[in-house]
């Protein structure tokens, strides 16, 4: 339609900088709000390491070496996945400001969003390094396969956002069921179990829970310095490309009516 | 006059469905399932044709529900027409709307920074113009508070202040001549008239018979969703006052 081409046009030049103006805010408002500021973004992350040490290393006594390093590693992944997916299940609706009168790209709305949580990541990404420092352990070359392990996150937690907001403008309760099956995923993520335990004894894992892939394969290269698993690596990318592409296709159907269904 | 075409709307009707509250969520589908999903259809707009002339002013009237909302969303692209209509445009549009594209957690200069970036302008673009800005909107001394501490009068007259500077081919100004108390409407309305009217197509949305004889080329009767006449504002104003 012509006049979508037009406004498209309209937001196209500045587009880049309003994403980073977004973020920005977003994060701003997210972590410096209030006393305690990015502290919030660890406490979080925090307690949940003390919560899982005292269940499995003290009460259940495995036998994982560094769990706690172990534990915070998989924390971190998990909370990016939790924040930028049921997160964003309302972000149609609490950005509508955005979109409404000005017909600014959604999809710009979504990587602001995305943008934002990711520098929270980045910050518990830097304080997990400094934990490794601290623990002893050597960071190594194998490092440098951890962008691609984080743009396959990032793709597929933007597909799962997509999906999940646009099924919310026709179905609600989604709000209601997504707390449900993410903690479903979780117990079957290599968080706080090991991950022989979960391969060995669930089959087809790495293919039914994406965040399995997702966080064996980024402590591969942060915690033990070895090569990410390629098959996994591959697998991961299959996920996301599937999800963005869902994701996609019900913006287009659900997505284009927001304004309306809201 | 120019005669390139601004907006061209062809057999544009819009039908919005409200399908029963027992049907929006998951749950509801399931407990209902052998239930009929019953919706209800209500036409907005039926079957409008009309075309606009770059740098027109163009007023839009008609009493409550006549779909003079919907009409320019439906212009602006924020709303799709029903199947079979088509909307051209040729150029950039925006939509003011007082108030609206606001966020109240965020501060007076954070919503100017994206309220202006989502309105076309770049960063560089804005810094240059802040202070213009708040001055304009008389402001000045609350940039750093959240809105949501604003009454809705300051909003307005930030949002009116925003938009002058806002760059599109086309505007739709729904229902703001009423910014403000008499001193700033009557500085607003001065801006608007410089910065848009003159030369740029403009939509103007209003219940004051006032505004729009002051301001319009031509002007579009709304009634029940149906276009009763697009012509001589003099003519239109005299129509709406005979269907009261």
């Known amino acids: 339609m012509g006049s979508n081409a037009a406004n498209a046009q309209l937001t196209k030049k500045n587009r880049w900088e309003r994403i980073w103006l977004l973020a920005k805010i977003e994060f701003k408002l997210r972590y410096y709000e209030n006393r305690l500021g990015l502290l919030w973004a660890l406490l979080k992350p925090l307690m949940q390491l003390a919560i899982y040490f005292i269940a499995f290393k003290i009460v259940m006594r495995n036998n994982i070496?560094?769990?706690?390093?172990?534990?915070?590693?998989?924390?971190?992944?998990?909370?990016?996945?939790?924040?930028?997916?049921?997160g964003l299940i309302n972000i149609l609706k609490t950005k509508k400001y955005l979109y409404e009168y000005s017909n600014m790209s959604k999809i710009e709305i979504y990587l602001a969003s995305l943008i934002s949580a990711s520098l929270g990541f980045a910050f518990n990404f830097f304080i997990l390094i400094l934990f490794l420092i601290i623990g002893g352990i050597d960071l190594g070359w194998n490092l440098i396969y951890f962008p691609l392990i984080f743009i396959s996150l990032f793709i597929f937690c933007f597909g799962v956002a997509l999906i999940l907001?646009?099924?919310?403008?026709?179905?609600?309760?989604?709000?209601?069921?997504?707390p449900l099956i993410s903690q479903f995923l979780?117990?079957?993520?290599?968080?706080f179990l090991s991950f022989e335990a979960l391969k060995n004894n669930i089959p087809y894992i790495s293919y039914l829970n994406p965040l399995f892939g997702y966080i064996s394969t980024f402590r591969d290269v942060v915690m033990y310095n070895i090569k990410p698993d390629f098959t996994l690596v591959l697998i991961n990318f299959a996920h996301a490309i599937i999800a963005l592409f869902l994701g996609l296709i019900l913006l287009r159907v659900f997505g284009k009516r927001a304004s309306e269904l809201l | 006059m120019n005669k390139e075409i601004s907006i061209q709307l062809s057999?544009?009707?819009k039908t919005f469905r409200t399908s029963s509250k027992s049907f929006s969520t998951l749950r509801d589908r399931l407990i209902n399932f052998y239930k009929k999903n019953e919706v209800k259809t209500i036409k907005a707009l039926k079957e409008i044709n009309l075309e606009i002339h770059a740098g027109e002013t163009i007023g839009v009237i008609g009493r409550n529900g006549s779909g003079k909302s919907t009409l320019t969303k439906i212009m602006s692209g924020t709303f799709i027409p029903d199947r079979g209509g088509q909307v051209i445009k040729n150029g950039t549009s925006l939509l003011l709307n007082l108030g609206v594209g606001f966020s109240h957690e965020l501060t007076a200069r954070e919503n100017i920074y994206v309220n202006g970036s989502t309105l076309g302008l770049r960063i560089?673009?804005?810094?240059?113009?802040?202070?213009?800005?708040?001055?304009?909107?008389?402001?000045e001394d609350f940039k750093d508070t959240k809105i949501k501490y604003f009454?809705?009068?300051?909003?307005?007259?930030?949002?009116?202040?925003?938009?002058?500077?806002?760059?599109?081919?086309?505007?739709?100004l729904d229902e703001v001549f009423a910014v403000g108390d008499n001193k700033f409407r009557k500085k607003a309305t001065e801006a608007l008239k410089q910065n848009w009217l003159k030369n740029r197509t403009s939509i103007i949305v209003s219940h004051s018979t006032?505004?729009?004889?002051?301001h319009c080329d031509r002007t579009i009767l709304l009634h029940k969703g149906e276009l009763i006449f697009f012509g001589e504002t003099e003519k239109a104003l005299a129509m709406y006052e005979e269907l009261e």
Do not use: C, H
């Open chain 2, 151 to 172: 009454s809705s009068g300051m909003i307005q007259r930030l949002s009116f202040s925003i938009a002058i500077f806002a760059k599109a081919d086309i505007i739709f």
């Open chain 2, 11 to 13: 057999n544009v009707s």
């Open chain 1, 65 to 86: 070496e560094n769990f706690a390093i172990y534990l915070f590693a998989g924390i971190i992944v998990w909370q990016f996945f939790v924040e930028t997916t049921g």
């Open chain 1, 186 to 191: 979780m117990w079957l993520s290599p968080i």
């Open chain 1, 165 to 178: 907001s646009n099924l919310y403008l026709k179905v609600k309760d989604i709000n209601q069921f997504w």
């Open chain 2, 124 to 139: 560089s673009e804005i810094d240059e113009l802040f202070y213009e800005i708040l001055e304009f909107s008389e402001l």
């Open chain 2, 210 to 214: 006032g505004v729009i004889k002051e």
